[in-house]
Nanobody, 125 residues
């Protein structure tokens, strides 16, 4: 019954923007650290962005810093990932994750309790 559902992925050209959404249900995620990870074909799942439960602490992978912005709306039980200036190397399945146990020391690690099913982002050159 607890689930996270991503949406907003699609096929775009390099330089375009996309906004991903992650809607949680089954429980409140307001006390959770939330994060975005991605996995490209043949590669390991990698950290993209994370935000603490209070929204005041966030981290970004170097590869997306300055281009991607994570936000959250706890009233809507939703997290977002605004992706600007997309590059072909951003092509991947993007996953949302949440866990109330995650700390600032572990927000970048793929050890979150709950995960979404993923949404495909494809960026053509």
């Amino acid at each position: 019954q607890v689930q996270l559902v991503e949406s907003g992925g699609g096929l775009v050209q390099a330089g375009d923007s996309l906004r991903l959404s992650c809607i949680g249900s089954g429980r409140s995620f307001s006390n959770d650290a939330m994060a975005w990870f991605r996995q490209a074909p043949g590669k390991e799942r990698e950290f993209v962005a994370a935000m603490a439960w209070y929204g005041g602490t966030s981290y970004y992978a170097d590869s997306v810093k300055g281009r991607f912005t994570m936000s959250r709306d706890d009233a809507k039980n939703t997290a977002y990932l605004q992706m600007n200036s997309l590059k072909p190397e951003d092509t991947a399945v993007y996953y949302c994750a949440a866990d109330p146990r995650v700390t600032i020391k572990t927000m970048r690690s793929p050890l979150y309790k709950d995960w979404g099913q993923g949404t495909q982002v494809t960026v053509s050159s």
